[in-house]
């Protein structure tokens, strides 16, 4: 579990294609979580929980599977890259954004942004399904870093960001055209299916 609070941004060093399959393995470079971080830990990279599977001095090696590829901006990436990292919690951590699980339920599309002196506005464009998932003053994840949604609209939502946010994370060198990962808030997935499952049962009893 993460809290969407990014600790670092990383360096994509390398990009490693399997060489009888579809995935690869994605060495980052980032000295400080290197340091902190060990074999087999869970690390979201840009909000996408992968496991450590390599570690040689100030680089980490994740294998990427091809659906990961195919769900994330990750298979969109390569070599000097920057991707935002956070470790996962540990018992007794403080969770500073929301509950964050590093499972990517879509991408969307920057569609513009708008930079004032004390915020900047990203509005970015999504799917019906994501946006079923979203209210306004709700959470969510946009390549891992937890924010609230300004507006919410059946195909894109909008947020507000502070000029350290900017500066902490990746969101500060996106233009419009970029994509993100998103992961909308897990209540609003439970809500959700609570109610498609009363649609559902009440559709039965007419029938």
Same mark, same amino acid.
């Given at each position: ?7 670092? +941004? ?36 840009? $909000? ?8 040689? $001095?100030?680089?980490?090696?994740? /294998? ?20 935002? +990292? ?15 699980? $590093? ?20 509005? &970015? $464009? ?7 998932? +979203? ?7 946009? /390549? ?12 894109? &939502? ?15 060198? +996106? ?33």
């Amino acid at each position: 579990m993460f809290s969407g609070i990014v600790e670092a +941004m990383g360096t994509i060093a390398r990009i490693e294609m399997e060489a009888n399959g579809p995935g690869c393995r994605l060495v980052i470079r980032e000295a400080g979580i290197a340091a902190e971080t060990k074999v087999a830990d869970s690390v979201a990279i840009n $909000g996408c929980c992968l496991t450590v599977v390599e570690k040689n $001095g100030d680089e980490l090696g994740f /294998d990427v599977g091809p659906e990961s590829l195919a769900r994330t901006n990750l298979g969109e990436k390569k070599a000097g890259d920057l991707v935002n +990292m956070e470790r996962a919690l540990a018992v007794g951590d403080r969770l500073g954004g929301h509950i964050v699980s $590093g499972h990517i339920d879509g991408t969307g599309v920057l569609l513009e942004r708008k930079d004032e002196k004390e915020w900047s506005f990203f509005k &970015f $464009g999504i799917s019906h399904e994501i946006a079923k998932q +979203m209210v306004e003053k709700g959470s969510i994840a946009i /390549d891992g870093t937890s924010l609230t949604v300004c507006e919410a609209e059946p195909d894109y &939502f909008t947020v507000a960001l502070i000029p350290f946010t900017l500066e902490v994370t990746t969101l500060g060198r +996106m233009q419009p055209g970029c994509v993100v990962n998103l992961e909308t808030d897990i209540l609003a997935k439970y809500v959700q299916r609570l109610v498609e499952s009363r649609e559902w049962d009440e559709g039965q009893r007419r029938d």
